[in-house]
């Protein structure tokens, strides 16, 4: 089993950068894939972006696509969220997840469903 904590969200410009951060406990990250999701009130939970449990492989949301960075850091426990160019429409509580990946580390997993694992979400607010 694994607990995530995010942290790092906040209140930024619209075009300001942001980066959130998700630490995982135990000693098998590198075995987990993971996620970042997202949601407002009135609104089901919806991908923003995934990485494998290698890190060799990444998938993005198109609305995120080419302004958002997932990356992890296996020895820190840690999973990252780089956000640039933000907009308003990108406020949301952001939540990261994580599914056990053995022998599957290669896969990146993009719905709600493939996860096991989530976090309590972090605040992010954009402002126009």
């Known amino acids: 089993q694994v607990q995530l904590v995010e942290s790092g969200g906040g209140l930024v410009q619209a075009g300001g950068s942001l980066r959130v951060s998700c630490a995982a406990s135990?000693?098998?990250?590198?075995?987990?894939?993971m996620g970042w999701f997202r949601q407002v009130p009135g609104k089901e939970r919806e991908f923003v972006a995934a990485?494998?449990?290698?890190?060799?492989?990444?998938n993005y949301a198109d609305s995120v696509k080419g302004r958002f960075t997932i990356s992890r850091d296996n020895a820190k426990n840690t999973v990252y969220l780089q956000m640039m160019s933000l907009k308003p429409e990108d406020t949301a509580v952001y939540s990261c997840?994580?599914?056990?990946?053995?022998?599957?580390?290669?896969?990146?997993?993009?719905?709600?469903?493939?996860?096991?694992?989530w976090g309590q979400g972090t605040q992010v607010t954009v402002s126009s």
């Open positions: 990485i494998s449990a290698s890190g060799s492989r990444t």
């Open positions: 997840a994580a599914r056990f990946a053995l022998g599957t580390k290669e896969i990146v997993y993009t719905a709600r469903s493939n996860y096991f694992y």
């Open positions: 135990g000693r098998t990250f590198s075995s987990y894939a």
